[in-house]
């Protein structure tokens, strides 16, 4: 009875059927749900299927914006990094010791070449002055009783030989001494005189002020090495800027046909700050940078310009007349160079290969590919081809009208100020 008690043992022959089972269910369930969406996709999209190859066949017109092609001056500029340099410095020193007793300025105020600025106390040099002038009057008084003595000796000699030679040419020796020594006597003189002009200090220059580095009432030496003030030159004033040695040749060609304007921006860039001229080149390249250095001056009115201060400079080369002229944005850049696309009267568009001479802030100067009047596409590109329809988003403008808000608002200049060629 033991062994068919144990062929009957209803554990793993009871779990099996009820996994198969389990199994079974599941892959009916998923079975009617991928009918069923069968169902809904075909009933979705299968009620007219020559709609979607009809939708297919339209070409869809991608909105662009874009510019006129212009025939126009185009001014040609070379742009460099500069720092601004007063025209003079002047670090005022004393030449004499002595009490600062005055200060005849205020910190930041335009002076005029000659005023008077500072003031060392005067009287010692004025004593010294006065003993030099009684020395030089005793000494004077001395050589006029020599040279009555000489004449006196010199007269007897020659009428009665009462006198003799040695004693006339000592006598003459005598007025030559006393007259070294009133001349040494003068120089003395003058020489208080000038220690006396030197206690009233002026401006060697016309200028502004800096800050006061010393205070009335301080004790100032001639050895001093920090100075009463510094006074520098602002109108005009200099601008030291740096371009490439490629271009040093170019500007002195032009610069021996005349004057070459020069502009200066801020530091952004974006703010025109005054207008002057080039004053020189230098006379070596800075082997370091492969650059030289320029000097312009400006008249600098509004005074704007500071020394020290960074600018952007901007040297107008020449003027290149009845250039072509189309905005940068409409500038593209292939594996075969630059090209644009041209809009066609169909509103179609044509990929055009151009030369592009230069680039001059937001405008561009074709030297060849296109012809003034055409129309190419300034924004939307990336979605164009050769062929592609187009849709344009802004009347076709001038490129004058397509530069940027920036530039409108006090950027740097544009080609737009001069008028298009008839």
């Known amino acids: 009875m033991t062994a068919p008690s144990s062929r009957f043992n209803p554990g793993p022959r009871v779990s099996r059927p009820r996994v198969r089972s389990t199994n079974r269910v599941g892959l009916q369930l998923r079975f009617w749900i991928a009918l069923l969406l069968s169902l809904a996709f075909l009933s979705c999209g299968g009620s007219d299927p020559r709609s979607g190859s009809a939708r297919a066949n339209v070409a869809t017109a991608v909105p662009v914006s874009v510019a006129t092609a212009e025939r126009r001056d185009m001014p040609y500029y070379l742009t460099g990094l500069g720092s601004v340099s007063a025209f003079y ?22 002076v005029n070449k000659g005023d008077l600025l500072v003031v060392i106390d005067p009287r010692p040099y004025q004593v010294a002055l006065e003993q030099a002038q009684a020395t030089l009057f005793k000494d004077q008084a001395s050589l006029r009783d020599a040279k ?10 020659e009428n009665s030989g009462a006198m003799s030679q040695q004693q006339v040419d000592t006598q003459k020796a005598t007025v030559d001494q006393l007259e070294g020594t009133v001349r040494t006597d003068q120089a003395a003189v003058d020489s208080a005189k000038l220690n006396l002009t030197y206690c009233h200090i002026t401006s060697p220059i016309s200028g502004r002020v800096g800050l006061r580095l010393v205070d009335p009432g301080n004790i100032v030496h001639a050895t001093d090495t920090n100075a009463l003030l510094v006074i520098t030159q602002l109108q005009p004033i200099a601008v030291l800027f740096t371009l490439p040695e490629d271009q040093l040749p170019p500007v002195a060609q032009h610069m021996a046909k005349g004057t070459l304007p020069v502009e200066a921006y801020s530091r952004d860039d974006q703010t025109k700050l005054a207008t002057g001229k080039l004053l020189t080149i230098d006379n070596q390249i800075d082997q370091s940078t492969g650059t030289g250095r320029l000097k312009a001056v400006f008249d600098n009115k509004d005074n704007l310009l500071w020394p020290n201060q960074f600018v952007n400079i901007r040297l107008l080369l020449e003027v290149r007349k009845n250039s072509t002229v189309i905005p940068a944005a409409a500038i593209q850049r292939g594996p075969q160079g630059t090209y644009v696309f041209a809009a066609k009267p169909d509103h179609t568009v044509e990929i055009r290969p151009v030369t592009i001479a230069f680039t001059q802030d937001n405008l561009s100067t074709i030297a060849s590919g296109l012809t003034p009047d055409e129309v190419v596409v300034t924004d939307g590109q990336d979605k164009l081809q050769q062929g ?10 001038p490129a004058n009208r397509a530069q940027s808000p920036a530039a409108v608002s006090g950027s740097p200049p544009q080609p737009t100020s001069a008028p298009p060629a008839k």
């Open 148 to 157: 009555l003595n000489y004449e006196r000796y010199k007269g007897l000699l």
């Open 89 to 110: 410095t002047d670090s005022v020193k004393t030449r004499v010791d002595g009490e600062l007793v005055e200060v005849n300025f205020k910190e930041g105020q335009y």
């Open 388 to 397: 592609s329809q187009i849709e344009v988003r802004n009347p076709a403008a």
